[in-house]
């Protein structure tokens, strides 16, 4: 059965400080990672990862993925308490034939920013 | 429009009721995904829309739920005779096509009393 899985659950540090989060996956027919962050209710897209130990970076975030030891990592720099959410890693589900997008959700790290 | 629009944003309920939930997805995408969140949890899939037809209704947790697309835009979710562990954020996501980004709604939050 295809996971995803996160850690820590929750993460509380104080601003300026920086931050790994950590996603690792077994998915079938394995095609892209994605990260989002979810503020309120709505998650917004943050990086797809397809290529193994490229990384992908906007602003302080980056992100890189390893596809032999099935994981990826999301590190912030210099945190804000604007970074306060929770990150959502996930994965689509391959089905035969190819993707239809869906995507498995891990259950997320909630990240607290402190002043 | 310029984003996915769910509505209501929160709907309260009694245990029993029939409840519809909506969503318009972004303008031109053909594929659009219904979730559900429970606090504590990842979204969990429930069904997924190309165009007018439901091409996957895999993650619908049992018969009284059902969602329609009708028109192969605005989808709604339907609960019939809902329970209090349907209380959960239901959140809606289009994309441009199959493995495309998705793009999510606000969610509704909805609550079984």
């Known amino acids: 059965e295809d996971k995803v899985v996160q850690s820590p659950l929750s993460l509380v540090v104080h601003e300026g400080d920086t931050v790994t989060l950590n996603c690792s996956y077994e998915v079938t027919n394995f095609r892209s990672l994605l990260w989002y962050k979810q503020e309120k209710k709505a998650p917004t897209f943050l990086f797809m990862l397809t290529s193994s130990g490229i990384e992908k970076k906007s602003g302080r975030l980056s992100s890189i993925l390893d596809k032999k030891e099935l994981f990826s990592i999301l590190n912030i720099t210099a945190t804000q308490t604007g970074d306060s959410a929770v990150y959502l890693c996930?994965?689509?589900?391959?089905?035969?034939?190819?993707?239809?997008?869906?995507?498995?959700f891990g259950k997320g790290t909630k990240l607290s920013v402190k002043p | 429009g310029a984003g996915v629009s769910q509505t209501p944003s929160n709907k309260v309920t009694e245990k029993g009721k029939y409840v519809e939930l909506r969503c318009d997805p972004i303008?031109?995408?053909?594929?659009l995904y219904w979730y559900r969140q429970s606090l504590g949890q990842g979204p969990e899939f429930l069904i997924y829309?190309?165009?007018?037809?439901?091409?996957?209704d895999s993650g619908l947790p049992n018969d009284r739920f059902f969602a329609v697309r009708p028109e192969g835009s605005v989808s709604t979710l339907k609960i019939q005779r809902t329970e209090r562990g349907d209380s959960a954020v239901y959140l809606c996501a289009s994309s441009l096509g199959p493995g495309q980004k998705l793009f999510f709604g606000s969610g509704t939050q909805l609550s079984v009393l």
């Open positions: 996930a994965a689509p589900v391959s089905y035969y034939g190819g993707s239809q997008g869906n995507l498995i």
């Open positions: 303008s031109g995408h053909t594929a």
């Open positions: 829309f190309q165009g007018t037809g439901a091409a996957d």
